[in-house]
């Protein structure tokens, strides 16, 4: 139900939000920017909204985890959970090319007054993009759910539960893009508090199956999209529709690429669940997944939050990525959420070790069962997820981001292979310690591989040192 955020698209407009709020170059450090933000009354505002929509996703997270764990079987939740992670890889090949390209495109279209051709082309692809394959998700669902051993509607559910969460989430987008907070946080934190007892009700009154929650999750999805779409609605409604705009070029120079990582990330993320439900059991893959989703969260959230205050003040120190002294800085602001980060993962990973089982029945139920150990690699790999997660900005800052889509492919084709390999061989135990083996290459790949971080950091303070402020790097060459 989670998995890395998606910062692609996000990055000027963070920039800028960090320019707003003293995240220049000069003016102190980040305490002291801190400082002004929260001095600030709509800074102030945003960062209370931010932190209580994050707080209400984190709690849901294990609310709707222990509903679910407790009124669908274990494959029932299998079956749920891997159609969910199948819809993310569905929208990563068919909506992201336009998603990322319209979001990187967005204020800009409203400058040049071509919103309404930007908006409208977005609707079309949108319904194409969702409409044909919740068709072909009902035409195939009996045949292809039966071959699966699903229920024989659930793939038609998971076609809607895409279609739905797709409209849902661009609302959410959309407010996020327009630093509207508070209606990012109400529709997004109200559609995760609203999926409780929705979910419980259809699960007790109308059936427990996979179909029924996916049904359930989708209705909700759709209502909260009609409310979370209507002032971007409101908007455009009297904006041209055939104005020039550059969207269409956008999606093929920056949003495909950017869907391409997203796919590979998509691999990295989810291969293992699914090859572990398909050589043992959907049992399994229920137990493997409720527990990388309970262990996981608190990486997810930690990485949020330190992805929330670095990447915008990063942007902003480095607004020209040709000066070695600009690059530097954010550079360092990078490094230090990195550091941050591997202090409090570590500091968690002995507990996840220590006590993993008894927490895994708690958070579930007792049927739930997994050895401390196998829950401890678990963790280790979302630990090193995480990190790789918070890395891999430092390619956007340098603008070598061809450099990062090509780690990525290395690290997906690493992943798959060795999570097979390790499942073939031990099961849940292999699934587990072949994904943070994975992982643990694929760090080493990012930081020590060609273009890696060490050599963006060492290439970086190499033309500091040796030249004047004035000094530009060559940021701008083919190879990025």
């Given at each position: 139900m989670s998995?890395?955020?998606s910062v692609?698209?996000?990055g000027e407009d963070?920039?800028a939000?960090?320019?707003?709020?003293?995240?220049g170059?000069?003016?102190?450090?980040?305490?002291?920017k801190?400082?002004r933000?929260w001095s600030?009354r709509?800074?102030?505002?945003?960062v209370?909204?931010?932190?209580?929509?994050r707080?209400?996703?984190?709690?849901?997270?294990?609310?709707l985890?222990?509903l679910l764990t407790?009124?669908l079987?274990?494959?029932?939740?299998g079956?749920?959970s891997?159609?969910v992670?199948?819809?993310?890889?569905l929208?990563?090949?068919?909506i992201?090319p336009?998603?990322q390209?319209?979001l990187r495109?967005?204020?800009a279209?409203?400058?040049?007054?071509s919103?309404g051709?930007a908006?409208?082309?977005?609707v079309?692809?949108?319904?194409a993009a969702?409409?044909v394959?919740?068709?072909v998700c009902?035409l195939l669902s009996?045949p292809?759910?039966?071959?699966?051993?699903f229920g024989?509607?659930?793939?038609a559910?998971?076609g809607?539960w895409?279609?739905?969460d797709r409209?849902r989430t661009?609302g959410?987008?959309i407010?996020?893009?327009?630093r509207?907070?508070?209606?990012?946080a109400m529709f997004?934190a109200?559609?995760?508090a609203?999926?409780?007892?929705?979910?419980?009700?259809?699960?007790t009154?109308i059936g427990?199956s996979?179909?029924?929650?996916?049904?359930?999750s989708a209705?909700l999805?759709?209502v909260?999209?009609i409310l979370g779409l209507i002032?971007?609605?409101?908007?455009?409604?009297g904006a041209?529709?055939?104005?020039?705009d550059?969207?269409?070029?956008?999606v093929?120079s920056?949003?495909?690429p950017a869907?391409?990582m997203?796919v590979?990330?998509w691999?990295q993320?989810?291969?293992d669940?699914f090859i572990?439900?398909g050589l043992?059991?959907?049992?399994s893959?229920?137990?493997?997944?409720?527990?990388?989703q309970i262990f996981?969260a608190?990486?997810?959230?930690?990485l949020?939050?330190?992805?929330w205050?670095a990447l915008?003040?990063?942007?902003?120190r480095?607004?020209?990525?040709?000066?070695?002294?600009?690059?530097?800085s954010?550079d360092?602001v990078?490094?230090?959420a990195v550091?941050a980060y591997?202090v409090?993962?570590l500091?968690?990973?002995?507990l996840?070790f220590?006590?993993?089982?008894?927490?895994?029945?708690?958070?579930?139920n007792?049927t739930?069962?997994l050895?401390s150990?196998?829950i401890?690699?678990?963790?280790?790999?979302?630990?090193?997820?995480?990190l790789?997660?918070?890395?891999q900005?430092m390619f956007?800052?340098?603008?070598?981001m061809?450099a990062?889509l090509g780690?990525?492919i290395?690290g997906?084709?690493?992943?798959?292979p060795i999570?097979?390999?390790?499942?073939?061989?031990?099961?849940?135990?292999?699934?587990?310690?072949?994904?943070a083996?994975?992982?643990?290459?694929?760090?080493l790949?990012?930081?020590?591989g060609?273009d890696?971080?060490?050599?963006?950091?060492?290439?970086?303070?190499a033309a500091l040192?040796g030249?004047?402020?004035?000094r530009?790097l060559?940021?701008?060459?083919?190879?990025s």
């Amino acid at each position: 139900m989670s998995s890395e955020p998606s910062v692609i698209a996000a990055g000027e407009d963070a920039g800028a939000d960090a320019a707003q709020s003293g995240g220049g170059e000069k003016g102190g450090g980040i305490g002291s920017k801190l400082g002004r933000i929260w001095s600030d009354r709509r800074l102030r505002s945003e960062v209370l909204w931010v932190a209580s929509h994050r707080v209400v996703e984190f709690v849901v997270v294990f609310a709707l985890i222990k509903l679910l764990t407790n009124l669908l079987s274990q494959a029932q939740f299998g079956e749920y959970s891997l159609v969910v992670t199948a819809a993310a890889l569905l929208s990563n090949l068919l909506i992201m090319p336009m998603n990322q390209a319209f979001l990187r495109n967005y204020h800009a279209a409203y400058q040049r007054k071509s919103e309404g051709t930007a908006a409208w082309r977005l609707v079309r692809w949108y319904s194409a993009a969702t409409a044909v394959p919740v068709l072909v998700c009902v035409l195939l669902s009996v045949p292809v759910g039966g071959w699966l051993g699903f229920g024989g509607w659930t793939i038609a559910a998971g076609g809607l539960w895409y279609a739905m969460d797709r409209w849902r989430t661009l609302g959410v987008e959309i407010a996020d893009l327009r630093r509207e907070r508070k209606q990012c946080a109400m529709f997004s934190a109200s559609f995760q508090a609203l999926s409780i007892p929705v979910q419980y009700f259809a699960l007790t009154q109308i059936g427990a199956s996979a179909t029924t929650a996916l049904a359930a999750s989708a209705t909700l999805g759709f209502v909260i999209a009609i409310l979370g779409l209507i002032p971007e609605w409101r908007r455009v409604r009297g904006a041209a529709a055939d104005a020039p705009d550059e969207l269409g070029a956008l999606v093929r120079s920056f949003g495909v690429p950017a869907a391409m990582m997203l796919v590979f990330q998509w691999l990295q993320q989810f291969a293992d669940r699914f090859i572990l439900s398909g050589l043992e059991s959907v049992d399994s893959g229920g137990v493997y997944i409720a527990a990388l989703q309970i262990f996981g969260a608190p990486y997810l959230l930690c990485l949020n939050v330190l992805n929330w205050l670095a990447l915008p003040v990063a942007y902003a120190r480095a607004k020209d990525a040709r000066d070695p002294a600009q690059l530097w800085s954010a550079d360092k602001v990078l490094l230090g959420a990195v550091a941050a980060y591997v202090v409090i993962g570590l500091a968690s990973l002995p507990l996840c070790f220590a006590v993993g089982g008894p927490l895994l029945k708690l958070m579930t139920n007792p049927t739930y069962q997994l050895e401390s150990s196998v829950i401890g690699l678990m963790a280790l790999g979302r630990f090193l997820q995480g990190l790789v997660v918070l890395l891999q900005m430092m390619f956007a800052i340098h603008q070598r981001m061809q450099a990062s889509l090509g780690l990525r492919i290395l690290g997906a084709l690493l992943t798959v292979p060795i999570c097979y390999f390790a499942v073939k061989q031990a099961g849940v135990f292999g699934a587990a310690a072949g994904t943070a083996v994975a992982f643990a290459l694929y760090l080493l790949l990012l930081v020590f591989g060609p273009d890696g971080c060490y050599w963006l950091v060492r290439e970086t303070r190499a033309a500091l040192r040796g030249s004047s402020p004035a000094r530009r790097l060559d940021a701008a060459s083919p190879k990025s």
